[in-house]
């Protein structure tokens, strides 16, 4: 104790760090022997497990000794027969070395006999067989002859409608190759004209296009469709209606394309109108988009028509003209796509009292004039239908009456005839026989027949008589 007492604070130091160590590594070895200890724990239990799966197969051990007992048995008893069998095969293989050698020699001895045989009888017997042969083969020769020639009859007899029929479907090959050959030029000349008339059609497209590019022939297109269309309707020009009539206003003269004239005086103006510049660009347009501009664009042009021609006050200028005009567009498709791109467009024309036509809407408007106008001629007419029936119905009435009285006539005509013939019977022909009793008349002449009564009465009319018609319904 007092040598520890005696030490300085650097050795205390020392000795405590190597303390420190010390517990250190006795820690480290406690650590590293549970970890050991915990491994062999493992270990065992695998080991465990692995001994119980072994416990099954341990039973199964007498009873694979005893299997293995019988086997080397057997495998002892095939050894045995195996031994056996070779011995046997050892045997019956010297065996039949010795019967080869004993048929060897017996082959070679055959063969010496047999050539000397041979050598003799094919001496003796060769002429005569080549004898045989000759007149074999001249008799097979002879009938191998008539058979190929009844071959070759029977084949070209079976080939000749074959040959035959194959000339005539070369010729018809030949027919049918040379009018393939002229319709196969027909076509080509026909398809060569169809694309010169697709050329010239577009051509004539184009000049058409550019035609209807300048105003002045828009605005003849535009009139000869407005014509065309009262044409179609039926109506006659200066009857039914007037083109390019003008009149005085206040502004100077005014001239619309048409004036229709409706029943009660009045008149409709139409004015044909042709916005077809930008319509056209957009169909010659590459892409949607400006093609949807161009359309826009058609739409205003449109609606500068409308402003233009409701500026015109046509309908205030002209007395009998109802309180709007109309604006013919020749085309239902311009206005469709003005429409489309402007969907206010008609509401808008309406405000400024325009109607803006189409061909079938113009058709529609002007066969409801027409229709009026023979509804106007009726009503005219209706006085004129009226005395002509009231005149005619005093005629049938007229006539009624004399038809009458000649009825009466033959019914008075009928019953004289029927006394006459009673007196004829009762009084002429009795004393008429009494010339054949006392022979002034023969017998063999002919004698007077009775004439027959007329029963049939005329027909008296049953229907109401007719009568003047009243003077107050004349107005009905």
Same mark, same amino acid.
């Given at each position: 104790?007092?040598?520890?007492?005696?030490?300085d604070?650097?050795q205390?130091?020392?000795?405590?760090?190597g303390?420190?160590?010390?517990?250190l590594?006795?820690?480290?070895?406690a650590?590293?022997?549970?970890?050991?200890a915990r491994r062999?724990?493992?270990?065992a239990?695998?080991l465990r497990?692995?001994l119980?799966?072994?416990?099954?197969?341990?039973d199964?051990? &007498?009873?694979?000794?005893?299997r293995a007992?019988?086997l080397?048995?057997d495998?002892?008893?095939?050894?045995?027969n195996?031994?056996?069998?070779?011995?046997?095969?050892?045997?019956?293989?010297e065996?039949?070395q010795q019967?080869?050698a004993?048929?060897?020699?017996m082959?070679k001895?055959?063969e010496?006999?047999?050539?000397s045989?041979?050598?003799?009888?094919?001496?003796?017997n060769?002429?005569?067989?080549?004898s045989?042969?000759?007149?074999r083969f001249?008799t097979?020769?002879q009938?191998?002859?008539?058979d190929l020639?009844?071959?070759?009859?029977a084949?070209r007899d079976?080939?000749k &409608?074959l040959?035959?029929?194959?000339?005539?479907?070369?010729?018809?090959?030949?027919?049918?190759e040379?009018?393939?050959?002229?319709?196969?030029?027909?076509?080509?000349?026909?398809?060569l004209s169809?694309?010169?008339g697709?050329?010239?059609?577009?051509?004539?497209?184009?000049?058409?296009?550019?035609a209807?590019?300048a105003?002045?022939?828009?605005?003849?297109?535009?009139?000869?469709q407005?014509?065309?269309v009262?044409? *179609?309707?039926? *109506?006659t020009e200066?009857?039914?209606f007037?083109l390019? #009539?003008s009149f005085?206003?206040?502004?100077g003269?005014?001239?619309?394309?048409?004036?229709?004239?409706?029943?009660g005086?009045k008149?409709i103006?139409?004015d044909?109108?042709? &916005?077809?510049?930008?319509?056209?660009?957009a169909?010659e347009?590459?892409?949607?988009?400006?093609?949807?501009?161009?359309?826009?664009?058609?739409?205003?042009?449109?609606?500068?028509?409308?402003?233009e021609l409701s500026?015109?006050?046509?309908?205030?200028?002209?007395?009998?003209?109802?309180?709007?005009?109309v604006?013919?567009?020749?085309g239902?498709t311009?206005?469709?796509?003005a429409a489309?791109a402007?969907?206010?467009?008609i509401?808008?024309?309406f405000?400024?009292?325009?109607?803006i036509?189409?061909p079938?809407?113009l *058709?529609?408007?002007?066969?409801?004039?027409?229709?009026?106008?023979?509804?106007?001629k009726?009503?005219?007419n209706a006085?004129e239908v009226q005395k002509?029936?009231?005149?005619?119905?005093?005629r049938l009435?007229?006539?009624?009456?004399?038809l009458?009285?000649?009825?009466?006539?033959l019914?008075?005509?009928?019953d004289?005839?029927?006394?006459?013939l009673g007196?004829?019977e009762?009084?002429?022909?009795?004393s008429a026989? #009494?010339f054949?009793?006392?022979?002034?008349?023969?017998?063999s002449?002919?004698?007077?027949?009775?004439?027959?009564?007329?029963e049939?009465? &005329?027909?008296?009319?049953?229907?109401?008589?007719?009568?003047?018609?009243?003077?107050?319904?004349?107005?009905?």
């Open positions: 104790m007092e040598q520890y007492l005696d030490l604070l650097t205390w130091q020392a000795v405590a760090v303390a420190a160590a010390l517990a590594i006795l820690a480290l070895m650590i590293f022997a549970a970890r050991r062999h724990e493992a270990e239990s695998a497990e692995k119980a799966g072994l416990h099954p197969i341990a199964r051990v &007498p009873a694979l000794e005893d007992d019988d080397l048995a495998l002892y008893r095939e050894q045995v195996s031994a056996s069998l070779e011995q046997r095969l050892t045997s019956l293989q065996t039949h019967r080869l004993d048929l060897a020699d082959k001895q055959l010496d006999r047999f050539q045989l041979a050598s003799g009888a094919l001496s003796a060769s002429e005569k067989f080549l045989l042969v000759s007149e001249k097979h020769k009938s191998a002859d008539e020639n009844r071959r070759h009859a084949i079976l080939v &409608p040959d035959d029929k194959l000339g005539k479907f070369d010729l018809r090959m030949g027919e049918i040379k009018a393939r050959n002229e319709a196969y030029g027909t076509i080509k000349q026909q398809v169809l694309t010169e697709q050329a010239n059609l577009g051509q004539e497209t184009r000049r058409l296009v550019q209807l590019r105003p002045k022939t828009r605005g003849r297109w535009g009139e000869m407005l014509r065309q009262f044409e *179609m309707a039926g *109506m200066r009857v039914d007037h390019e #009539k005085d206003t206040d502004e003269k005014r001239r619309p394309d048409a004036i229709v004239h409706i029943p005086g008149s103006v139409i044909a109108k042709t &916005p077809l510049s930008a319509y056209l660009d169909l347009a590459d892409t949607p988009e400006l093609q949807s501009q161009f359309i826009k664009l058609h739409a205003v042009q449109v609606r500068k028509h409308v402003n500026s015109k006050s046509y309908q205030d200028n002209l007395s009998s003209a109802p309180d709007f005009v604006m013919f567009i020749p239902e311009f206005v469709s796509a489309e402007d969907p206010g467009l509401e808008y024309a405000e400024r009292k325009v109607l036509a189409t079938t809407t *058709m529609a408007l002007v066969k409801a004039i027409a229709y009026g106008w023979q509804q106007d009726m009503a005219e006085e002509t029936a009231k005149e005619i119905y005093d009435r007229v006539f009624a009456e004399h009458g009285k000649v009825g009466r006539s019914g008075q005509s009928v004289h005839y029927n006394k006459a007196s004829l009762g009084r002429v022909l009795p026989r #009494k054949e009793e006392l022979g002034v008349v023969s017998a002449s002919d004698k007077i027949e009775k004439p027959d009564n007329v049939h009465e &005329p027909r008296r009319l049953t229907a109401h008589e007719f009568t003047a018609p009243d003077e107050s319904n004349d107005n009905t």
